[in-house]
């Protein structure tokens, strides 16, 4: 077994996405974007592909944050729960454009990003299980997502490497999924041919004001003046720093362990993502099986625990025995950007300066309708109506009561 061991976070899959050109900063541009995660790329892409001129810096390397980290489920229906609601329509709404988004990044990068549309299997083991299954089916069908209930012998004729333990399953076909790693290189490579200047290993120090407006930003003695600032720094775009304290956003860090395993002929493999409670695994086209992902809320604590792989390769042995014989080729850990609600944050903060962040599990889910929403926004002046519902406004505190006199 081999097992990358830089100091943190560990190991990433098959390496990060290949990188951008390196390029100097210019010194203007009609759009500064901050953050080369798959937001910040995929908003990128799509203003440069309108003819504006982009650059996006990067404190370390693009996907770095955490879009390498990520599984890459598109998966509203799995993911269906309690509360989520609100998000609902957006997340069917950006599903929907992710054919348009796929085919779109493949042609104009010339890579493929093994978009799968197999959908989903939640699992339940035992009576418990299947009774907390049947609630998130009743769920599913009260918010018109379709799911067929499948009896355990009908879940193991779809995955005939489940245990017989496994008593029943929901089969979701509305979830697909893409690689992670693949979409970062492809939105990489899009961009360059677009004309984006992506900078890695620049760190934003600090924006540029002038007049209540935002006029550029700085990275250490390096600036750039710029028409529109766009926040996409991810689980890091909650910290102060570059945001005065009346802007500061609800956005915490919640860190998330992952690790990849190499099936073979002889280890077999699952023709669809699995969900249980306690793990997801997700196939992927180059052999493979990703298992994730831990949750938790610790903020910035970097690594790879014993007691995080521990949890995942339990959860992923109780319904896959074949998994004792699959290699375990990387381990790692990252950071979802979370808001207050679980839902994105995209908005307006000042005159010259707009947001995009809080895309918590859904960010893979959500980038089409994220890049479109922000780029009808900064070349349109205003919020196309699906975004509408998801402005920083709807974190304001009620005004104090004022005592009548
Ligand atoms: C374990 C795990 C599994 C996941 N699985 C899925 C999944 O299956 N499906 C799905 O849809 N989503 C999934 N997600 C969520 C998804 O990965 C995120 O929602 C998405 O990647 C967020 O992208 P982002 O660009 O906003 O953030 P990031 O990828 O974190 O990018 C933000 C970038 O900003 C940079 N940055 C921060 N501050 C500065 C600064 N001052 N100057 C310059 N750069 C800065 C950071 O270095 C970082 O690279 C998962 C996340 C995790 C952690």
Redesign the pocket.
């Known amino acids: 077994m081999s097992l990358d061991r830089p100091p943190s976070p560990i190991g990433r899959r098959r390496g990060a996405a290949s990188p951008s050109e390196r390029a100097g900063l210019p010194v203007r541009a009609d759009i500064a974007i ?7 790329l995929s908003i990128a892409w799509r203003l440069a592909r309108a003819g504006r001129s982009v650059v996006v ?4 390397t ?6 390498l ?7 509203p229906a799995a993911e269906h729960e309690p509360g989520s609601d609100p998000l609902l329509p957006l997340a069917l709404d950006s599903l929907r454009r992710w054919p348009g988004f796929r085919d779109a990044l493949e042609a104009e990068s010339g890579q493929a990003i093994d978009y799968r549309p197999d959908g989903t299997l939640v699992l339940a083991v035992g009576r418990d299980e299947v009774e907390r299954l049947r609630f998130r089916h009743d769920l599913q069908r009260r918010s018109g997502l379709d799911a067929t209930w499948l009896p355990g012998s009908e879940v193991r004729r779809l995955e005939p490497g489940l245990r017989p333990s496994v008593t029943a399953g929901l089969h979701c076909p509305l979830d697909h ?1 893409v690689d ?1 790693c693949r979409v970062m290189a492809a939105l990489a490579e899009a961009c360059r041919r677009a004309g984006v200047v992506v900078v890695e290993h ?4 600090a924006l540029d004001w002038s007049g209540g407006r935002v006029t550029g930003l700085r ?1 250490g003695e390096d600036g750039v003046a710029a028409g529109t600032v766009i926040l ?6 909650g910290e102060g ?2 945001l005065p304290p009346t802007l500061t956003l609800p956005v915490r860090p919640l ?4 690790l990849a395993l190499r099936t073979t002929a002889r280890t077999g493999t699952l023709g669809r993502m699995v969900w249980t409670e306690q793990v997801h695994m ?1 196939p992927k086209s180059d052999g493979q099986l990703i298992v ?2 831990t949750v938790e809320d610790c903020g910035f604590r970097p690594g790879v625990t014993a007691g995080g792989l521990y949890a995942l390769l339990e959860g992923a042995r109780r319904v896959l025995p074949g998994i004792e014989e699959m290699e375990v080729e990387a381990v790692w ?5 979370t808001s207050d609600d679980d839902a994105p944050i995209i908005d307006t903060l000042a005159p010259g300066l707009v947001v ?2 809080g ?8 980038a089409p309708v994220t890049a479109d929403a922000v780029a009808e926004l900064v070349m349109g002046g205003a919020l196309p109506e699906f975004a509408r519902p998801f402005t920083r406004a709807r974190f304001a505190q009620p005004e104090p009561k004022r005592a009548s006199a």
């Open positions: 901050v953050g080369g995660g798959l937001i910040g810096l990067e404190r370390e693009i996907g770095a944050g955490a879009s980290a990520a599984t890459g489920m598109l998966a999924q992670p620049a760190p934003v120090t990275a996409a720094s991810g689980a890091w775009s720093g570059l860190k998330g362990q992952s997700a994730g992902a850990s990252g950071y979802r950007p995009a962040t895309h918590h599990r859904n960010g893979y889910l959500l």
